[in-house]
């Protein structure tokens, strides 16, 4: 069924996709829809790499497409801008919350300090302990550092300010 | 060569540095000496490579001949490069990619810093990009030449060989020549001659925490710009380029 788009249909889809290394962060939480807008009938979707090499944006577009096409609207358009850069400021408090639940820190502060260098504190998703210790700044994925708990000694994922 | 044609080649010197780099970082996977350093060469590899699609796939589009990012990376021969020689040396043992990862880090970070405020807007958008993961690149590559260096007598001498091994390399990344200065002239471009201060500086700095000394070594090599390399790039290109080379435009 070919349904009439308006912005607020297209909007609840792309609250339906979600990040395929993160399943529990919708790509709106992670702040990669830039905008949604309607050029006469047909909706407008602006989208923005997380890192420069990610692999998961090309599944991120195929998967924009299938939720929008599998919601009757089959006829849009999807530009990728790179400025301004991404940046983990973006994160909605939903997509916080919910990277916590998953068993993932959530980014800590601004961009702007990690990026001079401070050491943020970052809490444990597993215990709530601020006793914490940097293992790498680079993790399973390009967006997260390994850390682990001094209080529960269980290593977790850190979700790194960009 | 006229003003596009020059921009093309700047695109490439720089979309070519970050593939080459992240090609041979690419090697350490499951090479590495420990796994949370397998992850991060490999993920520091995979920032490179998507800086070189950003640029490539630019470069293609100033070119307007129908060569895309893929075309560029694949289809080109070691003459047609621009990489600098630092990047396509071989990563002999760890210290010595250490080594050219710090060197290059710290060019690439003032470069792009400056690069930001170019009068182009998509290559100014790619370098505020880039210049984000640039900064956890050079913060791993300085922590671990400061590591090896102060580290024990061995990693100390095996850090200072490698930091020698590579100093005749880096004199070419503050070289300028005609296209370099068209671009400045036009604002595009950095004048990378001026950032050599600020290297040095940061270099010393790092080197000085990491007991360690900087090299005195008379030679130096140059030559990318006009696409005459070492010999490794052609071994480089080999494995690289295979797939396509044997089935030419082969898809996923």
Same mark, same amino acid.
């Given at each position: 069924?070919?349904?009439?788009?308006?912005?607020?249909?297209?909007? #609840?889809?792309?609250?339906?996709?979600?990040d395929?290394e993160i399943?529990?962060? #919708?790509?709106?939480?992670?702040?990669?829809?830039?905008?949604?807008?309607?050029?006469?009938?047909?909706?407008?979707?602006?989208?923005?790499p997380t890192y420069s090499g990610c692999p998961a944006m090309?599944?991120?577009?195929?998967?924009?497409?299938?939720?929008?096409?599998?919601?009757?609207?089959?006829?849009?358009?999807?530009?990728?801008?790179?400025?301004?850069?991404w940046t983990t400021?973006?994160?909605?408090?939903?997509?916080?919350?919910?990277l916590?639940?998953?068993?993932i820190a959530p980014p800590e *502060?601004?961009s702007?300090?990690a990026l001079?260098g401070h050491d943020p504190?970052v809490?444990?998703?597993?215990?709530?302990?601020?006793?914490t210790t940097v293992v790498s700044e680079f993790g399973s994925t390009a967006c997260k550092a390994q850390y682990r708990?001094?209080?529960?000694?269980?290593p977790f994922d850190y979700f790194k300010c960009v | 060569?006229?003003?596009?044609?020059?921009?093309?080649?700047?695109?490439?010197?720089? /979309?070519?540095?970050s593939?080459?780099l992240g090609q041979r970082l690419a090697e350490w996977c499951g090479h590495a000496p420990i796994l949370e350093e397998d992850l991060a060469i490999t993920n520091i590899g995979l920032d490179l490579l998507g800086q #070189?699609?950003?640029?490539?796939?630019?470069?293609?589009?100033?070119?307007?001949?129908?060569?895309?990012?893929?075309?560029?990376?694949?289809?080109?021969?070691?003459?047609?490069?621009?990489?600098?020689?630092?990047?396509?040396?071989?990563n002999?043992?760890f210290?010595?990619t250490m080594?050219r990862q710090m060197?290059f880090d710290a060019?690439q970070y003032?470069?792009?810093?400056?690069?930001?405020?170019?009068?182009?807007?998509?290559?100014? /958008?790619?370098?505020?990009k880039s210049i984000k993961e640039i900064t956890y690149h050079r913060r791993h590559s300085s922590n671990w030449v400061i590591r090896l260096?102060?580290?024990?007598?061995?990693?100390?001498?095996?850090?200072?060989?490698?930091?020698?091994?590579?100093?005749?390399?880096?004199?070419?990344?503050?070289?300028?020549?005609?296209?370099?200065?068209?671009?400045?002239?036009? /604002?595009?471009?950095?004048?990378?001659?001026?950032?050599?201060?600020?290297?040095?500086?940061?270099?010393?700095?790092?080197?000085?925490?990491?007991?360690?000394?900087?090299?005195?070594?008379?030679?130096?090599?140059?030559?990318?710009?006009?696409?005459?390399? #070492?010999?490794?790039? *052609?071994?480089?290109?080999?494995?690289?380029?295979?797939?396509?080379?044997?089935?030419?435009?082969?898809?996923?």
């Amino acid at each position: 069924m070919v349904v009439t788009a308006d912005i607020e249909k297209v909007t #609840s889809v792309l609250e339906m996709v979600k990040d395929p290394e993160i399943p529990v962060l #919708s790509i709106t939480d992670m702040g990669i829809i830039r905008n949604v807008e309607m050029k006469g009938d047909r909706p407008s979707i602006t989208i923005t790499p997380t890192y420069s090499g990610c692999p998961a944006m090309d599944v991120i577009e195929e998967d924009i497409t299938i939720m929008l096409k599998l919601h009757g609207i089959e006829d849009f358009e999807l530009k990728t801008e790179i400025s301004p850069a991404w940046t983990t400021d973006w994160m909605t408090a939903e997509g916080k919350r919910k990277l916590r639940e998953f068993g993932i820190a959530p980014p800590e *502060g601004t961009s702007k300090s990690a990026l001079l260098g401070h050491d943020p504190v970052v809490t444990c998703p597993l215990c709530g302990s601020k006793e914490t210790t940097v293992v790498s700044e680079f993790g399973s994925t390009a967006c997260k550092a390994q850390y682990r708990c001094t209080d529960c000694l269980e290593p977790f994922d850190y979700f790194k300010c960009v | 060569m006229t003003e596009k044609e020059m921009l093309v080649d700047y695109l490439l010197r720089l /979309g070519d540095n970050s593939l080459i780099l992240g090609q041979r970082l690419a090697e350490w996977c499951g090479h590495a000496p420990i796994l949370e350093e397998d992850l991060a060469i490999t993920n520091i590899g995979l920032d490179l490579l998507g800086q #070189s699609r950003l640029l490539l796939t630019y470069a293609g589009e100033v070119e307007g001949k129908g060569r895309d990012e893929d075309k560029l990376a694949f289809h080109r021969d070691t003459m047609a490069w621009r990489n600098f020689l630092l990047l396509e040396q071989p990563n002999g043992d760890f210290a010595k990619t250490m080594a050219r990862q710090m060197y290059f880090d710290a060019f690439q970070y003032l470069q792009y810093e400056a690069l930001s405020k170019s009068s182009d807007p998509q290559l100014a /958008g790619i370098a505020t990009k880039s210049i984000k993961e640039i900064t956890y690149h050079r913060r791993h590559s300085s922590n671990w030449v400061i590591r090896l260096g102060d580290g024990t007598l061995e990693s100390h001498d095996k850090m200072q060989t490698a930091l020698n091994e590579l100093w005749g390399f880096v004199h070419e990344m503050f070289d300028m020549d005609d296209v370099d200065n068209a671009m400045l002239a036009k /604002g595009i471009g950095v004048d990378v001659a001026a950032l050599r201060p600020a290297w040095d500086q940061y270099i010393e700095e790092v080197l000085a925490e990491a007991t360690l000394s900087r090299p005195y070594v008379t030679w130096s090599v140059r030559g990318s710009r006009e696409g005459k390399h #070492s010999e490794h790039l *052609g071994y480089i290109l080999a494995e690289m380029q295979f797939l396509q080379r044997a089935y030419p435009d082969a898809k996923w």
